[in-house]
């Protein structure tokens, strides 16, 4: 065999071997477009009897109840039927994550090292609760305190009502940047771990992080008063501080 035959022998297994890449991806693409679908379905088909309505109703009914169903309300012609449904593709994106998430996995993983598979298998799950736990402190606290400044403010002189699409914008995005905050221990601790970042280094941007929180905070807050602001604020300088503590044992 001639050194061109080879050469080309081997661009073609290097072609075949991109082909095999490439169905892998178009197959996970199509599991994932299937879950997110199936999770359409769950969030819009009735529930139970004793529930009367579906998963997008209640959840709809969940965020209208933080300032009252008076306080909210449709002007355009098809602002619920177009605001619920966007309200359902992030809850079904929501029950499609697990599998988006071991999607995403299974084809990058095989090009891992052990060690980095380690750290992905326990990064995973632990991203999932980390973002659970900031939509709940931005459903129970942040959220309600910002709606209620807003209420508030001019109250005795104007009667607020919210457009429904306006409403559920500025709050899911609100919960998202929330829940997206949530992430900074567990990613300061896995670029420590990786060597990426220098927990010493770190240490010396203290107030840094402390400003950074708190313009973070004016950005992400629909309300301008200092209250809220701190209120998002503080507990974003204190994830900085759990990363700190957390690459300690990096």
């Known amino acids: 065999m001639t050194p061109e035959d080879k050469v080309q022998e081997g661009s073609e297994e290097e072609g075949m071997t991109m082909m095999e890449h490439l169905d892998e991806l ?7 477009a299937i879950a997110f679908i ?11 009897p004793a529930w009367e309505r579906n998963l997008t109703w209640t959840v709809v009914d969940l965020l209208v109840a933080i300032v009252g169903k008076d306080r909210v309300q449709a002007i355009e012609p098809g602002e619920v039927f177009f605001t619920y449904f966007s309200v359902a593709m992030m809850l079904a994106f929501v029950i499609a994550m697990p599998v988006l998430i071991y999607q995403v996995m299974a084809f990058v993983v095989p090009a891992l090292y052990p060690q980095e598979r380690k750290y992905l298998y326990l990064a995973a799950p632990g991203a999932l609760v980390s973002f659970s736990i900031g939509v709940l402190f931005g459903y129970f606290v942040v959220v309600p305190a910002a709606l209620a400044f807003l209420i508030n ?3 005795d002189t ?3 009502k919210w457009r429904f699409a306006a409403f559920v914008d500025a709050v899911a995005t609100l919960l998202f940047w929330m829940g997206l905050s ?3 221990p567990l990613a300061i601790f896995f670029l420590c771990k990786l060597r990426v970042l220098n927990i010493e280094r770190l240490k010396s941007f203290r ?5 950074g929180a708190f313009l973070i905070g004016a950005l992400i807050t629909p309300t301008p008063d200092p209250f809220n602001q701190t209120l998002v604020s503080v507990p974003l300088y204190l994830l900085f501080e759990i990363g700190l503590l957390l690459a300690r044992l990096a």
């Open 207 to 211: 107030k840094y992080a402390l400003i």
């Open 38 to 48: 199936l999770g359409l379905i769950v969030t819009t088909v009735p529930l139970p």
């Open 26 to 32: 178009r197959q996970r693409l199509i599991a994932s």
């Open 153 to 155: 403010f001019g109250g």
């Open 158 to 160: 104007i009667e607020q």
């Open 182 to 184: 949530f992430q900074m």
